[in-house]
C-alpha cells in the first residue's frame, strides 16, 4: 500500500480507522491489487511451467497431530529444487503443508500467517481452528482464477484444537472445497501413494513417536512410486519436513531427529526391500 508519510511522520488513515479483523478484507477494500486473485495474467499461449510441490501427509494421534512433507519441486519433467520448504508453521497451535504451483503456494501461506496475526492483535484472542480452516478455504477459493490455468494450490491443514482439545486435519480441493479428515490425510501427486501406507500402518492409538514413523514412512512409500515425490537423501542429508503440533503447541523436529527416523526405515528397507510384511508400528 502506497503511502508517503515521511513527511508528517503519521499513519495513513486507512490504518487508523475500525474495520474488519480479517486483513484479507482490509487489504481488499485499500488495495485490492495487491491480492494474488486480483492479479492480471497475461494471455496464455501454453501450459505454464512453474516449480510445484509435492506430497504432504498428515496423521493424528491422542496427544496432537503430525503433518509432514517431502522437499521435492518439479518443473515438467526436471527436479526444480530438492529441499524445498513445503510445511510451515500458520500459528501457534496449527500449520499448514502446500501442494501445487510452488510461487503461489507460499505466498499464500505468508498471507494466511498474517491474516491469523492481524485477527489476534485486532480481537485480542486466537481463531478457533474451525475459522481458521475456513479462512484458508477462502483464500484457495480466491485463486481460483490461476488455478483454471493450471497454477493450484492445495495445502494440507492441521492443528491443536483448544476447544475440543485434540488434534484435526482438514484438507481442500482447488475450489476451496473444506473436509474434515479423521485419522489420516495425503495431498499431491504422491497423495495415493501415501495413503496406502496410511491406511495399512494408521492406529487410533498411535503414540507421537509412531505417528512419526508412519508419516515418513508414507512419503518413503509415495516416493518409490511417484516420480514428483523425493525420498529421504542420504547423501545430500535432505530429510523430509516433520512438525508436530499438541497442546504444547508447534514444533518442527531437528534435521538429526528426522535422519533418525530415516535410517531406521532405511535399514528395514534393505532387508524387505518391497517394504514390511509385518506390522511397523
Not at 477459493?141 to 484444537?161: C, E, I, K, Y
Not at 497442546?247 to 538429526?256: I, N, S, V, W
Not at 531427529?257 to 518391497?274: G, N, S, T
Request: hydrophobic share 40%; net charge negative.
Amino acid at each position: 500500500m502506497e503511502a508517503n508519510t515521511r513527511s508528517i511522520g503519521r499513519l495513513p488513515a486507512a490504518f487508523l480507522t475500525p474495520g474488519s479483523s480479517s486483513f484479507m478484507d482490509f487489504l481488499g477494500a485499500h488495495s485490492p491489487d495487491l491480492l494474488p486473485g486480483n492479479r492480471q495474467l497475461p494471455p496464455l499461449k501454453g501450459a505454464v511451467e512453474a516449480p510445484h510441490g509435492t506430497t504432504i501427509v498428515a496423521a493424528s494421534f491422542p496427544g496432537g497431530v503430525v503433518l509432514a512433507g517431502d522437499r521435492r519441486a518439479t518443473m515438467g519433467n526436471v527436479i526444480a529444487q530438492r529441499d524445498i520448504e513445503k510445511v510451515f508453521p500458520a500459528d501457534e497451535y496449527s500449520a499448514v503443508g502446500i501442494a501445487g504451483t510452488a510461487g503461489l503456494a507460499v505466498e499464500m501461506v505468508k498471507l494466511f500467517q498474517l491474516e491469523l496475526e492481524h485477527f489476534e492483535k485486532v480481537e485480542g484472542v486466537q481463531l478457533s481452528l474451525e475459522g481458521k480452516a475456513n479462512r484458508l478455504s477462502t483464500m484457495i477459493r480466491s485463486n481460483l482464477g490461476m488455478a483454471m490455468q493450471g497454477l493450484a494450490v492445495v495445502p494440507l491443514f492441521a492443528g491443536w484444537d483448544v476447544d475440543r482439545n485434540k488434534g484435526r486435519i482438514f484438507s481442500y480441493d482447488v475450489t476451496g472445497g473444506r473436509s474434515e479428515e479423521h485419522g489420516f490425510a495425503a495431498t499431491g501427486s504422491g497423495s495415493v501413494f501415501a495413503r496406502g501406507a496410511l491406511k495399512k500402518l494408521f492406529r487410533e492409538d498411535l503414540t507421537e513417536d509412531q505417528a512419526t514413523t508412519l508419516v515418513v514412512q508414507a512419503l518413503y512409500d509415495a516416493a518409490d512410486d511417484d516420480s514428483a515425490t523425493g525420498g529421504p537423501d542420504l547423501a545430500r542429508r535432505i530429510y523430509p519436513i516433520v512438525t508436530v503440533i499438541t497442546d504444547e503447541g508447534f514444533r518442527r523436529l531437528t534435521d538429526a531427529q528426522c535422519a533418525e527416523v530415516v535410517r531406521a526405515i532405511h535399514e528395514r528397507r534393505l532387508q524387505e526391500p518391497d517394504g514390511p510384511r509385518a506390522a511397523l508400528l
